[in-house]
């Protein structure tokens, strides 16, 4: 979905202002997008190609392809809109700045919520530990190891984080290859079979 911080037509423009260094492919520019917003925004393949198009409809950037890659670079017309645009580039780089500030403030906000979240498990943890020093293990159950749980609990977070991010990371490079037209039913197939050995491998050696 295209963040609010693009009105109709400024995702367009962005995008031609990011072309004027340099030709890039789609996926760069899915790339500097998300850099540009620090992460907290990654645009689909969906929402950047077709303004692609549009923009080599109007004459201002050309598409050339290299290998499996179509590589867009801004024509001179292109170079004259981003001129008379200026202002208006301007002004949408003042929102893109304010939005990446609200969207890392409300990342801070989930980060604090979670640490209270983490906070409340170790005082439970802790409650649990005192009342079992004080009551004593049963006869027919050994005494639980809270600071494994406490440990436990801490690494489950940052297995989650590490699995959040492949999948980000991964998401964004299949939209890509889908957006060029190669990824097949196959591909899919062989993909699932993938995961499924990766998982499998990885519980191994968790469990070691």
């Known amino acids: 979905m295209t963040p609010p911080v693009f009105s109709h037509g400024s995702l367009r423009l962005y995008l031609l202002s990011l ?4 030709p890039k492919h789609g996926y760069e520019l899915i790339q500097a997008l998300e850099q540009r917003f620090g992460g907290t925004y990654s645009p689909s393949a969906g929402t950047i190609y077709p303004r692609l198009s549009k923009l080599e409809e109007d004459g201002l950037v050309t598409k050339t ?3 499996r890659k179509t590589v867009y670079e801004i024509t001179d017309a292109g170079r004259l809109e ?3 645009r200026e202002g208006e580039l301007r002004d949408i780089e003042n929102e893109v700045t304010d939005s990446v500030r609200r969207l890392a403030d409300e ?6 919520q979670a640490l209270k979240s983490l906070r409340a498990d170790l005082a439970s943890a802790a409650r649990e530990s005192a009342q079992h020093a004080t009551t004593g293990p049963t006869a027919h159950a050994p ?3 809270f600071d494994a749980q406490v440990r436990s609990r801490f690494a489950l977070r940052e297995a989650e984080n590490a699995v959040n991010e492949f ?5 964004s490079e299949l939209r890509a290859i889908a957006a060029r037209g190669e990824l097949t039913d196959a591909a899919v197939e062989a993909l699932r079979a993938q995961l499924a050995r990766i998982r499998v491998e990885l519980l191994q050696v968790i469990h070691r």
């Open 19 to 22: 072309l004027q260094d340099a």
């Open 65 to 67: 392809t290299e290998g």
């Open 82 to 84: 981003l001129e008379r």
């Open 107 to 112: 990342v801070r906000h989930g980060v604090n």
């Open 143 to 145: 005494a639980p190891d």
């Open 167 to 171: 999948r980000q990371q991964l998401r």
